[in-house]
């Protein structure tokens, strides 16, 4: 699994993506506070269907196969691509749940998350503007 791994960021450092800094954002209507990776991971692998205060949450995740939710389940959740899908796999045959839909890139995570309050996704930092707040930035 490690050579896997040093194989990806070697790949991914010769794209040159490999500095991408990643942030959760919620809508700006949204008035949740700062959450803590856990949590985030919570709602995104369907443990958690609400934010801390309550309000319901739903998550957005980013193209399969892309390099920004490859990191984000990775730092996020200590989980690669195959995992992942083993999790989603046992969540729907036990009907626990439903993956998050999914969006193409960070500017239309964006624009969807903006218009939602309940939604939460990830992005890439150089994509943020007024319309969302992040709640975690990924280092």
């Given amino acids: 699994m490690h050579h896997l791994l ?3 960021t070697l790949a991914l450092g010769a794209a040159g993506h490999a500095s991408a800094e990643l942030v959760v954002i919620v809508s700006a ?3 949740a ?3 803590s990776s856990d949590q985030i991971a919570a709602i ?13 949450a739903v998550a ?3 193209r399969l196969g892309s390099q920004e939710r490859n990191q984000f ?5 200590g989980k690669t691509p195959a995992l992942l ?16 839909r999914e969006a193409t890139d960070s500017a239309s995570v964006r624009r969807m998350v903006a218009d939602n309050p309940a939604m ?17 930035v990924l280092r």
């Fill in 6 to 8: 040093g194989a990806l």
């Fill in 29 to 31: 209507r949204n008035p």
């Fill in 33 to 35: 506070p700062a959450l």
């Fill in 44 to 56: 995104f692998l369907g443990q958690a269907g609400r934010f801390p205060d309550g309000a319901e």
């Fill in 60 to 62: 957005l995740d980013q």
């Fill in 73 to 77: 389940y990775q730092q996020v959740a």
């Fill in 85 to 100: 899908k083993a999790h989603w796999s046992k969540m729907v045959f036990t009907g626990r749940g439903q993956p998050p």
């Fill in 120 to 136: 939460i996704g990830y992005i890439e930092r150089a994509a943020l503007d007024a319309s969302v707040r992040p709640v975690l």
